[in-house]
T-cell receptor
Framework: EPEVTQTPSHQVTQMGQEVILRCVPI?????FYWYRQILGQKVEFLVS????????KSEIFDDQFSVERPDGSNFTLKIRSTKLEDSAMYFC???????????FGDGTRLSIL | GQQLNQSPQSMFIQEGEDVSMNCTSS?????WLWYKQDPGEGPVLLIA?????ELTSNGRLTAQFGITRKDSFLNISASIPSDVGIYFC??????????????FGTGTQLKVEL
């Protein structure tokens, strides 16, 4: 069964450093998403991406965040200058249809020191 | 913002028992989904509900989309140890720019005693 894959599984970074989280969505999907889950809390929407543009972003997704689809298979989330409060699990998801269910990767655990 | 509250927050049941959990929202959603999350993994889709009043099954799981479109419940029959995990409901909104956005509930943690 096709799946969303994310790398790395765990990223440790010094505060103030840039970090790039990588995702390979399901191959025939057109809609891509990032979510965040702080330890012990619920999953929160960050951003949706379609047709090489952001279609919606949340308040969390400030100027320090950016997304890119650099080629036909990868989808990345960049945090330009990390803060301690960016420590969380980051999940990538994709869907094949506008209203289709989202399928999630296993996440990247980001730890900011 | 929109809030989805799940109850119970956690439950500890005996293997073989049936389980029921629900999710209520402060606003209407046109699609409801239920996901399960195991430790260290991403949410896995269990059931998607697209029509108010709809009752859908997936093996031992049954979910219903409330007719007010503000609630949903999930039942698990004859629980087994691998049912352990956190169950999240999610309301889906379509985005005018493309795709959709999920608002997740607060989660119900299920623990199964052998």
């Amino acid at each position: 069964e096709p799946e969303v894959t994310q790398t790395p599984s765990h990223q440790v970074t010094q505060m103030g450093q840039e970090v790039i989280l990588r995702c390979v969505p399901i191959s025939n999907h057109l809609y891509f998403y990032w979510y965040r889950q702080i330890l012990g809390q619920k999953v929160e929407f960050l951003v949706s991406f379609y047709n090489n543009e952001i279609s919606e972003k949340s308040e969390i997704f400030d100027d320090q965040f950016s997304v890119e689809r650099p080629d036909g298979s990868n989808f990345t989330l960049k945090i330009r200058s990390t803060k301690l409060e960016d420590s969380a699990m980051y999940f990538c998801a994709s869907s094949g249809l506008q209203g289709g269910p989202q399928h999630f990767g296993d996440g990247t655990r980001l730890s900011i020191l | 913002g929109q809030q989805l509250n799940q109850s119970p927050q956690s439950m500890f049941i005996q293997e073989g028992e049936d389980v029921s959990m629900n999710c209520t929202s402060s606003s209407i959603f046109n699609t409801w989904l239920w996901y399960k999350q195991d430790p260290g993994e991403g949410p896995v889709l269990l059931i998607a509900l697209y029509k108010a009043g709809e009752l859908t099954s997936n093996g031992r799981l049954t979910a219903q989309f409330g007719i007010t479109r503000k609630d949903s419940f999930l039942n698990i029959s004859a629980s087994i140890p691998s049912d352990v995990g956190i169950y999240f409901c999610a309301g889906q909104e379509l985005l005018t720019g493309g795709g959709n956005k999920l608002t997740f509930g607060t989660g119900t943690q299920l623990k199964v005693e052998l």
